[in-house]
């Protein structure tokens, strides 16, 4: 099994940033997939990002490109999101998740079987 433990959400005004955490413990795999998707009130989940562990073609929803970064730190079994230039729109419950080979859709959760417990950004205008 593996456990994924997000931080780093919070309030913030329009235009401010946040670094939202992901700390992943339990099995250990040679390659996998780390997402983010996000949940808005009375919307469905939709994907935000994702990063493969064994080469950097980082992927973004059209809606988060040039203001969010994800990355990962391998050493440290920990994923980061980098959000910046934050809009009230991206106030959601923020997940993150992994997938192990053979890989699946990357941008469909239902591909992924290990969840945070999600942490929520609320972005005031």
């Known amino acids: 099994q593996v456990q994924l433990v997000e931080s780093g959400g919070g309030l913030v005004q329009a235009g401010g940033s946040l670094r939202l955490s992901c700390a992943a413990s339990?099995?250990?795999?040679?390659?996998?997939?780390m997402a983010w998707f996000r949940q808005a009130p009375g919307k469905e989940r939709e994907f935000v990002a994702m990063v493969p562990s064994h080469h950097d073609n980082r992927v973004y929803a059209d809606s988060v490109k040039g203001r969010f970064t994800i990355s990962l730190d391998n050493a440290k079994n920990t994923g980061y999101l980098q959000m910046n230039s934050l809009k009230p729109k991206d106030t959601a419950v923020y997940y993150c998740a992994v997938q192990s080979p053979p890989y699946r859709n990357y941008y469909l959760g239902s591909y992924y079987p290990y969840w945070g417990q999600g942490t929520q950004v609320t972005v005031s205008s």
């Open positions: 339990g099995r250990t795999f040679t390659g996998y997939i």
